[in-house]
């Protein structure tokens, strides 16, 4: 995987005129200086994307691609653990129903006391 970078102002300017000004997520709500701006990667790190954010987008933009990312990522892991034959407990076994230990069940299935 690679190490994360960060961009420059120079770098983030440029990405900025290349997309017109405009979100990267598609929606082509302009992006004004005053917004708050996150700087993603179109591909994730996670999937092997580069390590400097390569678009601007908007924050709510951002945070619903984010979303869909985590997703992808989860995916792509339980994938590549599969294929390596990696096997991975989800969660604790469910418990059994507790039984009076006072009371045991014959053969013929009538219950007596111990």
């Known amino acids: 995987m690679n190490k994360r970078q960060y961009l420059t102002p120079t770098e983030k300017l440029a990405i ?3 997309q ?17 701006i ?35 990522i989860a995916k792509a892991k339980r994938m590549r653990n599969k294929f390596l034959g990696i096997v991975t407990r989800k969660k604790k076994p469910i418990p059994s129903r507790p039984f009076s230990t006072c009371l ?7 219950v007596v006391a111990r």
């Open 38 to 72: 996150e700087w993603e990667h179109t591909l994730p790190i996670g999937l092997g994307g580069p390590s400097k954010p390569d678009a601007a987008m908007l924050y709510l933009c951002h945070k619903i691609k984010t979303k869909g990312d985590k997703r992808r």
């Open 104 to 110: 045991r069940k014959k053969m013929n299935g009538e």
């Open 16 to 18: 900025l005129v290349k």
């Open 20 to 36: 017109d000004w405009r979100c990267s997520c598609g929606c082509g709500r302009p992006i004004w200086p005053v917004h708050r």
